[in-house]
């Protein structure tokens, strides 16, 4: 929301009666967000209430760090407020039975990794995780974003669990390849990416520097690959379009998630199809929809 603004948010309207429900059972909730700003607004509401609260980011001192994650384990503060990458690894915060999400990260992983810190040793309760939502905003676009990269994630893994096993044709390709294969800018800037070969049958037509072909496994992944770009590239049209004013790309990375790479990459893209335009002035770069 936009300071001043005396329009209400949705979400936190939600998220207050969430979790007045939750303290009134008796539960405790890690809330994250990867806005400091959202943070600050969910501060103002609770101090406006009888629910006590912690708060952790990445300016917390580790010393300071230590003492809250004491406090929270010895004490019964419902609610403990903390920003996504400051506290999302290298903490145990067992003493909660909840963890909220009050905005999607562009990777699932990181999510995860920020719900574990209730999933440690020395668990001994059942964790519900809750992830905020607002319909029809970017948000909805980054979850379809997390949907590839889970796809993209099973795909390298085989069904025990460990990562896929490539044939000895395969390997031997890519020690000998020559550099014949077809390269993609995009597919590179969108890691992970494989790209397989291996050697032609005998019979099977050639030319002057040979014949190769994509594994089966290569070509599901590559395929897997360029459905998660045009979702990106659908997000980042959409976050562009979001603003009235042409948008930075700190502030476009900001609203996707997106690696400085792969933004550029989309950007490149959207650009080519004539559907995103840049300017540069003292500010640096900036880009509007056309």
Request: glycine letters at 8%.
């Amino acid at each position: 929301m936009e300071e001043g603004s005396r329009a209400t948010s949705s979400k936190l309207e939600s998220f207050m009666e969430l979790v007045t429900e939750l303290h009134a059972e008796g539960h405790r909730a890690l809330v994250f967000s990867q806005f400091t700003g959202l943070l600050a607004l969910v501060r103002e509401r609770l101090d406006a209430t009888t629910l006590e609260h912690l708060y952790l980011d990445g300016s917390t001192p580790a010393k300071r760090r230590a003492e809250l994650v004491e406090r929270w384990q010895t004490g019964d503060a419902p609610l403990f407020l903390i920003s996504l990458k400051a506290g999302g690894t290298g903490l145990n915060l067992t003493a909660a039975d909840y963890v909220l999400h009050l905005d999607p990260w562009w990777n699932p992983a990181v999510e995860d990794q920020a719900s574990d810190r209730a999933h440690r040793i020395g668990q001994d309760k059942p964790v519900t995780v809750v992830r905020f939502v607002s319909q029809g905003t970017i948000e909805q676009a980054v979850l379809e974003l997390h949907e590839q990269k889970r796809a993209l994630a099973e795909g390298l893994l085989a069904s025990d669990g460990g990562v896929t096993r490539f044939s000895p044709e395969e390997l031997m390709a890519l020690l000998e390849s020559d550099g014949d294969v077809e390269r993609d800018e995009d597919v590179a800037a969108s890691r992970p990416a494989v790209a397989c070969v291996v050697p032609a049958k005998k019979g099977a037509k050639t030319t002057k520097r040979g014949t190769t072909r994509t594994s089966p496994r290569a070509r599901a992944i590559n395929t897997r690959t360029a459905q998660g770009r045009q979702e990106y590239d659908r997000a980042v049209l959409e976050a562009v379009r979001s603003f009235d004013h042409p948008a930075s790309a700190a502030e476009l990375r900001e609203l996707t998630g997106g690696t400085p790479l792969q933004l550029r990459a989309s950007l490149s893209r959207l650009g080519t199809e004539g559907l995103v335009t840049c300017r540069g002035n003292a500010r640096g770069t900036r880009y509007r929809a056309t």
